[in-house]
């Protein structure tokens, strides 16, 4: 597609359970990121990935979150056990190569929030 | 290690008045440097970038951002704001290893005033 899809746009989720994120990066691009938006503001990068391999995981919590972006279907963000500090929106972006001069394209944001 | 601050957490101008806002980067070699914006509820927009080049960049919705190597500054201005332009501004610098990877500013909230 022409923008990147994050679905769902919501998602609720009571302490301890799993929430799963989803994004489709725009058709063509190779590399997909996920950050973290805590309280409006503090974008903290979690993961990237070239195709179906991981780039940079320099962000990632090491527990409890996880990542995939397999062939032909969305790339995934899953959070075991949520916590209420996981509240935050997650955006996903995407790009053709990963320098740092590259152009990065946001979704619009998954926001998640755990009770 | 890389940092970028924008030192004003909120500001609030008339309409029609001119914007600046402010973006100060951490950054050992020439940077990537990008300006997004952030509707309530929406993702984030390019607004400009600043590879190489000229330093002063113009970008969308009337926007520009002036390079200032000697001052570590990387601030966006507009001589004319809309209303419409009330939203959370992003400056953001790129890494040069390539891993695309972006670090953001605080984020800056504009407010305009009718």
């Known amino acids: 597609g022409e923008e990147v899809a994050q679905t769902p746009k919501h998602l609720v989720r009571g302490e301890g359970q799993k929430a799963k994120l989803y994004c489709a990066p725009i058709?063509?691009?190779?590399?997909v990121f996920w950050y973290q938006q805590v309280l409006k503001n503090e974008f903290k990068f979690l993961i990237s990935?070239?195709?179906?391999?991981?780039?940079?995981e320099t962000g990632m919590p090491k527990e409890r979150f996880s990542a995939k972006c397999l062939p032909n279907s969305p790339c995934s963000l899953e959070i075991q056990a949520t916590k209420l500090e996981d509240s935050a929106v997650y955006f996903c972006?995407?790009?053709?190569?990963?320098?740092?001069?590259?152009?990065?394209?946001f979704g619009q944001g998954t926001r998640l929030t755990v009770v | 290690a890389q940092s970028v601050t924008q030192p004003d957490i909120h500001i609030t101008v008339s309409e029609g008045a001119s914007l600046e806002l402010r973006c100060n980067y951490s950054?050992?070699?020439?940077?990537?440097l990008f300006w997004y914006v952030q509707s309530p509820g929406q993702g984030l927009q390019l607004l400009l970038k600043?590879?190489?080049?000229?330093?002063l960049v113009q970008g969308i919705k009337g926007f520009e951002a002036e390079f200032k190597r000697s001052q570590s500054s990387f601030n966006l201005r507009k001589p004319s704001v809309h209303w419409s332009d009330a939203a959370e501004y992003f400056c953001?610098?790129?890494?040069?290893?390539?891993?695309?990877?972006?670090?953001f500013g605080q984020g800056t909230t504009l407010q305009v005033k009718p």
């Open positions: 972006a995407s790009s053709q190569f990963a320098g740092g001069a590259t152009e990065a394209f």
């Open positions: 058709k063509g691009h190779s590399y």
């Open positions: 990935f070239q195709n179906e391999n991981v780039f940079d």
């Open positions: 950054y050992g070699a020439t940077p990537y």
């Open positions: 600043y590879f190489s080049g000229d330093t």
């Open positions: 953001a610098v790129g890494q040069s290893s390539n891993t695309g990877k972006l670090i």
